[in-house]
């Protein structure tokens, strides 16, 4: 079987083999890049490569019941988020294409003394290597594709074995919208082929979304040969909930962020702290809705994500834990689960559960909620559900995290920045912060 197909893993049926890309098929991939940015990137404008942009957004809108069709294909996703993937990608294209002039624009600097003048122009770095997941296919491209070929950077995208069909569509939809041949290039390449790229010194930056053993083995190649890199790794995202007016309200959301994509998202709450006074009623609801979601979940990307999840589970309940479970695990289809009793020691405690399962722990008071919040190797984005405001910018202010997200979920926009720290990665992607990654802030200083 090829590296690069799709397995429906709803029925494990494998639906369309395609070809691994041979070493030549590589490197003229990266020249194309090359070639592309050393003539249409620095013969074009800002203003020209953000319509272009536009157009990207609006053949995603123009094709979106294909597309989403292709991803509910390759990872299973239910038919509604993979059209809200898509429509998400519209608007994120559209961001970029409206902000792109402005988040380019020179920028004067006020000198402290002498004559003359300052300021700081932005301009692109050259060829960018993608590396991205299968679990938001096209989400994960427009977030790194639209800032960067608004920029005039051009892209080599190596996606992930499993998503080759959508792989493809989008680089059919960068054509169709204008781009010239290279500007965004798609290569079914291996991690040894990939390496190469990393290498190539026609190749500026790296930006990889995937697991902390991708991005280490990615940022350990890239810093060999010093290149730039922007990681959005694993997380394992504390919900910490120290009030509640209404808490059928916030298990609804609860369930939410631990449901969303079937648990597969690394931003989704994981690990719901609740204070002891709503401890008690909030695993009885957040139970019995979890429980409930077992009619109709899809099932998880591929049986070996499933196996994956189930022997985390079976460690954690082997280790002292219990579990609340809809029913069994049947191939890819992993059935909602709830943990309780895990503690410091578990694998669990520090594991990132990739699944519909989560752990919820009791704390007695606000102090304890926000060193358990932080006792995680992971820093993406986390959640806090309070009544009392000043408690939620004290709580917010003191997460070790990249993100926090406060009374609400699902609240991300192509506007707002998405990145982590600690083993979660570093750099910006979204928003201004992530146009201004792969850039050169060139100062340019006359005096006189």
């Known amino acids: 079987m090829s590296l690069y197909a799709v397995t429906n893993p709803a029925t494990g049926e494998v639906v369309q083999e395609y070809p691994t890309a041979s070493d030549a098929d590589v490197e003229n991939a990266v020249t194309a890049a090359d070639e592309a940015f050393r003539t249409w990137s620095r013969s074009s404008t800002v203003a020209e490569r953000a319509e272009l942009v536009r157009r990207v957004g609006a053949l995603h809108h123009e094709r979106r019941d294909e597309l989403a069709a292709i991803i509910q294909r390759e990872m ?61 296919p096209y989400y994960q491209i427009a977030r790194f594709a639209g800032p960067n070929l608004a920029t005039g950077n051009t892209i080599v995208l190596k996606h992930a074995p499993q998503c080759p069909e959508s792989a493809a569509a989008l680089e059919r939809i960068f054509l169709d919208a204008g781009f010239p041949e290279g500007a965004y290039v798609n290569v079914y390449a291996t991690n040894e082929q990939v390496a190469d790229v990393i290498a190539d010194p026609r190749v500026q930056g790296v930006s990889l979304t995937g697991s902390e053993r991708a991005g280490a083995a990615v940022a350990e190649i890239a810093g060999r040969h010093l290149k730039k890199v922007v990681l959005e790794l694993g997380g394992s995202d504390p919900f910490v909930v120290l009030g509640s007016s209404d808490l059928d309200d916030t298990v609804d959301k609860a369930v939410a962020a631990r449901l969303d994509n079937t648990g597969q998202a690394c931003n989704a709450g994981k690990r719901f702290i609740v204070v002891e006074d709503l401890y008690d009623s909030f695993v009885e609801k957040f139970t019995a809705k979890m429980l409930a979601a077992a009619e109709g979940i899809a099932p998880l990307s591929s049986v070996a994500a499933a196996e994956r999840l189930a022997d985390q589970v079976e460690r954690a309940v082997e280790q002292g834990a219990h579990l609340e479970s ?120 006359t005096v006189g």
């Open 76 to 136: 299973g996703k239910p038919l509604e988020e993979c059209l809200g993937e898509v429509d998400f990608c519209t608007a994120i294209y559209d961001f970029y294409a409206d902000n792109a002039a402005a988040f380019m624009a020179d920028e004067p600097l006020e000198l402290l003394e002498g004559e003359g003048s300052a300021v700081v122009k932005r301009t692109a770095v050259g060829v960018l290597l993608g590396i991205m997941p299968w679990n938001f």
């Open 326 to 445: 809809a029913g069994e695990r049947d191939g890819a289809h992993f059935p909602p689960g709830v943990l309780t009793g895990v503690k410091p020691g578990d694998d669990a405690f520090h594991e990132e559960l990739f699944g519909p399962v989560g752990i919820v722990f009791k704390v007695g008071s606000e102090e304890e909620a926000v060193e358990l919040a932080n006792d995680t190797p992971f820093g993406l984005g986390s959640y806090v559900f309070t009544d009392d405001a000043d408690q939620a910018q004290r709580v917010a202010d003191r997460i070790e995290a990249g993100m926090v997200f406060v009374n609400g979920v699902g609240a991300e926009g192509a506007e707002l920045p998405f990145g982590g720290v600690k083993r979660s990665g570093f750099g910006r992607e979204l928003g201004r912060f992530g146009m201004d990654e792969f850039v050169n802030k060139k100062l340019i200083r």
